[in-house]
């Protein structure tokens, strides 16, 4: 498992969430095609447009596409989103090794670009509670292990797909698309959905 940062990755964050131990080997057996007698698990990405022209990712893993497509395809049109061809969004989107490192007294920025800058890491920002440290997919590994060294623990570490730019959403503009995301994310098949979104402070607390 070692030797496979994605999947070391999905175990602790779903340890540091106490998610149930058969989940966490069922999810393992899903991984490695374990389970379902060896199933053909494919990692599948649809790309469509949300409420107001926001660009959604759609992460998969299924055994089997056209069920994946059709759910897919009926969790977006009914929610106010398009589908789109391959490529049409996707080329907004970077992939990018992400690290959160949850804020305390002794752990500061300085401390935290001290240890990672050197392993790869392309930019800290400060996300209020907590410390979101990014780099290239590729020094994902190598900016988590630097964290060990310097004895930071992080809450979690995942490549991810990041905007190269963000459509601010009004109050309503929000309250579509996070309804679009959460009918997408109870399917299933889907790992995750990235969106090319920004909600500001003010229509965040509107939200409540």
């Given at each position: 498992?070692?030797?496979?940062?994605t999947?070391?990755?999905?175990?602790?964050?779903?340890?540091?969430?106490s998610?149930?131990?058969?989940?966490?080997?069922?999810?393992?057996?899903?991984?490695?095609?374990?389970?379902?007698?060896?199933?053909?698990?494919?990692?599948?990405?649809?790309?469509?447009?949300?409420?107001?022209?926001?660009?959604?990712?759609?992460?998969?893993?299924?055994?089997?596409?056209?069920?994946?497509?059709?759910?897919?395809?009926?969790?977006?049109?009914?929610?106010g989103?398009?589908?789109?061809?391959?490529?049409?969004?996707s080329?907004?989107?970077?992939?990018?090794?992400?690290?959160?490192?949850?804020?305390?007294?002794?752990?500061?920025?300085?401390?935290?670009?001290?240890?990672?800058?050197?392993?790869?890491?392309?930019?800290?920002?400060?996300?209020?509670?907590?410390?979101?440290?990014?780099?290239?997919?590729?020094?994902?590994?190598?900016?988590?292990?630097?964290?060990?060294?310097?004895?930071?623990?992080?809450?979690?570490a995942e490549?991810?797909?990041?905007?190269?730019?963000?459509?601010?959403?009004?109050?309503?503009?929000?309250?579509?698309?996070?309804?679009?995301?959460?009918?997408?994310?109870?399917?299933?098949?889907?790992?995750?959905?990235?969106?090319?979104?920004d909600?500001s402070?003010?229509?965040m607390?509107?939200?409540?």
């Amino acid at each position: 498992m070692a030797g496979n940062p994605t999947l070391f990755d999905a175990v602790a964050k779903a340890k540091k969430n106490s998610m149930p131990a058969d989940n966490i080997e069922r999810a393992i057996k899903r991984g490695s095609g374990a389970e379902s007698g060896g199933a053909d698990w494919q990692t599948i990405m649809y790309e469509g447009y949300g409420p107001q022209g926001v660009a959604i990712l759609i992460e998969c893993l299924s055994d089997n596409r056209n069920r994946a497509a059709s759910e897919v395809r009926v969790a977006v049109t009914r929610n106010g989103g398009t589908m789109g061809d391959p490529g049409s969004v996707s080329y907004l989107f970077s992939r990018k090794g992400v690290v959160l490192v949850s804020k305390s007294k002794e752990i500061t920025e300085e401390r935290i670009l001290e240890a990672v800058l050197e392993a790869g890491a392309d930019e800290v920002n400060d996300l209020g509670d907590a410390f979101e440290i990014v780099s290239q997919a590729s020094d994902l590994v190598l900016v988590r292990t630097a964290l060990q060294t310097a004895a930071i623990d992080y809450e979690s570490a995942e490549t991810s797909f990041l905007p190269s730019m963000s459509i601010p959403l009004d109050v309503e503009g929000a309250q579509k698309v996070f309804a679009l995301i959460d009918a997408i994310e109870e399917l299933d098949d889907v790992q995750n959905v990235y969106g090319n979104f920004d909600i500001s402070d003010e229509v965040m607390a509107s939200l409540g």
